[in-house]
């Protein structure tokens, strides 16, 4: 019974956690300033359909996958 319950709870999480994302990559736009899942934070120069480019310090722009977006600061 108590294995039930925590698969439950378990399902319930990870259902939050795939709306939370599904919402945010909707937002992804270029200007918006954005921290990684490894803890860089940058601005979204350009946004394509499964990488960005993110400008981490002035001229410095990077590559990386869309979906290493965690959080989108403002």
Known sequence: ???????????????????????????IKPGKEVMLNNGIYGKLVNVREKDVDLEIAKGVIIKTDRYSIKEIIK
């Not at 039930?4 to 909707?26: D, M, P, V």
């Open 1 to 27: 019974a108590i294995f039930i319950i925590i698969q439950i709870f378990n399902y319930r999480t990870l259902k939050a956690n795939r709306k939370y994302y599904k919402e945010l990559h909707e937002k």
